[in-house]
């Protein structure tokens, strides 16, 4: 069965940086859009940027110029390079393919901006 494995996350000050990372088994990275989604408390889970298998991507307005959605060259792994990060950032930060599939969902990443 296709899972996403997501890691990178943690405790960061406002300002700093992360990178998070994102595999899955199936070649499912290479093959379908895949994307990152954010769960900030009390909140539903909402779409943050994704990259399409041709390496088009797409970002929420308020991650525009300090997140980086990217793919290795391999393939396998699909990043999330999060820069100046802010409190509202926080969350837990899931990759799933776009649109989702509900059998795809990880465990996620957790995220805590916070000084």
């Known amino acids: 069965q296709v899972q996403f494995v997501e890691s990178g996350g943690g405790l960061v000050q406002p300002g700093g940086s992360l990178r998070l990372s994102c595999t899955a088994s199936?070649?499912?990275?290479?093959?379908?859009?895949v994307a990152w989604y954010r769960q900030a408390p009390g909140n539903k889970r909402v779409l943050v940027a994704y990259?399409?298998?041709?390496?088009?991507?797409y970002y929420t307005d308020s991650v525009k110029g300090r997140f980086l959605i990217s793919r290795d060259n391999a393939e396998t792994t699909v990043f999330l390079r999060m820069d100046s990060l802010k409190p509202e950032d926080t969350g837990d930060y899931y990759c799933?393919?776009?649109?989702?599939?509900?059998?795809?969902w990880g465990q996620g990443t957790q995220v805590t901006v916070s000084s």
């Open positions: 199936g070649s499912i990275t290479s093959r379908y859009p």
């Open positions: 799933n393919t776009f649109p989702t599939v509900r059998e795809f």
């Open positions: 990259i399409t298998d041709s390496g088009g991507t």
